[in-house]
């Protein structure tokens, strides 16, 4: 069988190898010892391949012109090499730097695939292993690990990011560089990503508009897909989660392959939760989730260029913890029988890259479908809406020379939102949206040590909607017209004093037009009646950040702070008062605001016991309106602490940790007028786990306990607290990853 999977895999390659456009080379620590299982991996082709026991590899069918070049191993400091394929054969000798600490994460969200320390706008990243291993059901709750970041929650299974205290529409959220549309508007709406398949999760803080455009002003995320298989391999992994508090199983398997220029993978999973308790053990109806979701790619790379295609399907179904239907749930389940939401999810893109002499065209699209259904107790939905999305964008890469890149750009989108079923309630009219943007941007290196990112971008929206209802009853939308356009500008640098010392400064212009949601909403949603206006004007950010990072071998240290002043914000705010049935009455509104904060980070490795790490984080932000009230949905200050030890080999068990982390949130007493005060408080959270052998095959265990003294808080950002509810209790995870495959050598 498994001589036949392998011709069948050699016979997918088609194409003759030959010596030719290839780089190849030995791999050594700083000792001059061969690094046998290094990683080679060339982003803009998306292949890679692994080093042998002896150091050496081999990796041809490049393209010729300028190529970056990723080197990294577990413990050492990743590369990012530069050449000029101008000959058929390139040996590169690499010698990597053993980092107790690593300082230069390789990111490609900033338009360019570099390193940490060569971006103007730090781009933090949460790698695969750190999701897998969080312990949480939670996947957003994941992020929190990043400064600055937190998230709004209404239970485990609905959460927002929020990014330096703007979440929602102020964020812009990436599929794999695609930009995601799901009704992301509203703080009862999942995510919508799960953690399946996810390579890193890249996060920009502050406005990035320039290169992504309207609903970029306060961050981007992105969640970057898992590399190929190395070439000439065929592997996958099994991963299983289980969790005590909400009863929940997490699992999913998959596969890929990839040879000299074709490669492919699919993935599956699905989670189920029930009701999750508090803290002290009641539990809160309709808490429960459950969803599913598959991914699949393929595509082909060669010298002429590089084509990807990705299929992602998924379907989320979170209960509603509503004031109707706690009364009814009378017994912990895990099923939607009652008051939930339904998401279908459908995502095809295609990203592509063609190499013509010393430039690049990159050429991508992407159609998405959301499916959106309310249901109460009736077997018909009472809400059914359905989003399509179609997104493009061509880029041209300049020839870029040692110290300069630039690229100009072209971003289409082309959204329609309609009523399906004649449903009971109509939260938003049917709509046409279309956005057209161009831009450039420019990056040059002065003295090896200055390096300056800078660009202009424009960006012209129209929105038409279809009226809604009578002009007599109290929903009534009449038919909108509206056009909105603004250019975006930033300008920043990095200045590396040393190896070791780095500061970064960077000023931003970016602004967001208001989404349907704020413009045409005048009805029920949820346990509340959320009103638009119709005469909402674009909000238009102005940003300043400032950081340092200084290392050592063993200790790093990151401060950073922002000021970010906001024309026309818009947020959505209790009025006080209520509509007929008792429900309060919520409206979106517009007043200049300011947020200004920042972050500290401390990292130690003592050097005579490099096997233990210390972590330390802070941050705070704090959100004014121009009549110095305090905007709503601020997350407190918070102050983290992490005590990791590792152990490369213990007794049959191979990297092997124990964690001990520790949150301390403030409390929060800054509200906006009608928003209720938290309390602070301290959770403490445990963590263990090694991989080991069951034969021939390796295992990856691990064990966590969240919340281990099973405390009773309520987050500022949680959504539940105005039912009166806290946020999850004890939680008991156990994560199983079992990884399997096939090689074949290519000469």
């Not at 929190?144 to 979440?167: E, H, N, Y």
């Not at 209960?319 to 939401?341: S, Y």
């Not at 990884?739 to 290519?746: E, M, N, V, W």
């Amino acid at each position: 069988m498994k001589n036949i999977i392998l011709l069948v895999f050699a016979l997918l390659n088609g194409i003759p190898v030959f010596a030719q456009n290839e780089i190849k080379g030995l791999i050594t620590n700083n000792k001059r010892e061969p690094l046998g299982g290094a990683y080679v991996f060339i982003s803009e082709q998306n292949k890679g391949t692994i080093s042998d026991p002896t150091g050496h590899y081999r990796l041809g069918e490049l393209p010729k012109g300028r190529i970056k070049i990723q080197y990294s191993y577990v413990g050492y400091n990743n590369q990012l090499v530069t050449i000029k394929m101008d000959t058929l054969s390139h040996e590169i000798n690499i010698i990597l730097q053993h980092e107790p600490i690593e300082t230069q994460a390789v990111v490609v969200v900033g338009g360019y695939n570099s390193t940490q320390h060569e971006n103007a706008v730090r781009i933090d990243v949460i790698k695969s292993e750190v999701i897998s291993g969080a312990g949480t059901s939670n996947f957003t709750e994941t992020l929190t690990k990043i400064p600055g970041v937190d998230m709004i929650s209404k239970g485990s299974g609905i959460s927002k990011p929020v990014i330096r205290g703007l979440a929602m529409n102020d964020i812009l959220v990436l599929n794999n560089g695609v930009r995601f549309e799901n009704y992301q508007y509203s703080d009862h709406h999942p995510l919508g990503i799960d953690e399946f398949g996810i390579e890193s999760v890249e996060v920009i803080k502050g406005p990035a508009s320039l290169l992504y455009g309207s609903d970029a002003i306060g961050g981007v995320i992105d969640f970057v897909k898992e590399k190929p298989a190395p070439v000439g391999q065929i592997i996958g992994d099994y991963n299983l989660q289980l969790f005590s508090n909400s009863l929940a199983t997490t699992t999913n398997l998959g596969a890929k392959g990839t040879s000299q220029n074709y490669f492919w993978g699919i993935r599956g999973g699905g989670k189920t939760n029930a009701d999750y308790l508090q803290g002290g053990g009641d539990f809160v109806p309709n808490s429960r989730f459950n969803e599913w979701s598959v991914k699949g790619s393929a595509g082909y790379t060669g010298k002429r260029g590089t084509f990807k295609l990705f299929y992602d399907v998924s379907q989320q179904k979170p209960g509603l913890v509503e004031p109707d239907v706690i009364p009814l749930i009378i017994e912990r389940g895990r099923k939607n029988k009652i008051w939930f939401q339904m998401f279908n999810n459908k995502l095809l893109s295609s990203q592509n890259k063609l190499y013509l002499g010393n430039y690049k065209v990159e050429i991508n699209a992407a159609y998405q479908r959301t499916g959106l259904k309310h249901y109460d107790e009736r077997t018909d939905p009472f809400i059914e809406m359905q989003l399509a999305t179609i997104t493009y964008e061509a880029k041209l890469y300049f020839p870029s020379m040692k110290n300069s890149e630039y690229i100009i750009g072209f971003q289409g989108l082309n959204q329609q939102n309609d009523n399906l079923g004649n449903r009971e309630t109509k939260l938003l009219p049917d709509a046409s949206i279309n956005t057209y943007s161009g831009f450039t941007l420019l990056q040059y290196t002065f003295f090896e040590k200055l390096r300056l990112q800078t660009g202009i971008r424009y960006d012209y929206r129209n929105l038409t909607t279809d009226k809604l209802g009578l002009p007599t009853a109290d929903n009534y939308r009449p038919a909108l017209s509206k056009e909105y356009n603004s250019l975006s500008a930033s300008l920043g640098a990095t200045c590396n004093l040393s190896e070791k010392l780095l500061f970064r400064a960077n000023l931003a212009a970016a602004f967001r037009s208001p989404n349907l949601a704020e413009l045409t909403s005048n009805g029920l949603h949820e346990n509340r009646v959320e009103v638009g206006s119709p005469d909402l004007g674009a909000q238009h950010a102005f940003e300043g950040d400032l950081s340092v990072h200084y290392h050592f071998d063993h200790l790093s240290i990151d401060v950073a702070g922002f000021y970010n002043k906001i024309k026309d914000y818009i947020f959505i705010s209790p009025t006080g008062e209520q509509r007929i049935g008792g429900f309060p009455i919520y409206k979106y509104m517009q007043a200049n605001a300011r947020l200004f904060g920042g972050e500290a980070v401390l990292h130690i490795h003592p050097p005579r016991v490099e096997w233990i790490h210390f972590e330390t984080i802070f941050s705070t932000v704090t959100g004014k309106k121009e009549n110095d009230d305090y905007l709503p949905l601020i997350p407190a200050n918070k102050l983290k602490f992490e005590l990791r030890a590792e152990k490369k080999k213990m007794m049959f068990f191979e990297n092997t940790y124990f964690k001990i982390n520790v949150i301390n949130a403030f409390s929060q007493n800054n509200s906006a007028p009608e928003e209720v005060v938290t309390t602070g408080y301290t959770l403490v959270d445990l963590g263990l786990g090694a991989n080991f052998g069951a034969g021939n095959q390796l295992m990856v265990i691990g064990i966590s306990a969240s919340n281990i003294f099973d405390r009773k808080y309520i987050d500022h950002l949680s959504t539940l607290k105005e039912a009166g509810f806290f946020n999850p209790g004890r939680n008991i995870i156990l994560n199983l990853k079992i990884p399997f495959g096939l090689r074949r050598q290519y000469p």
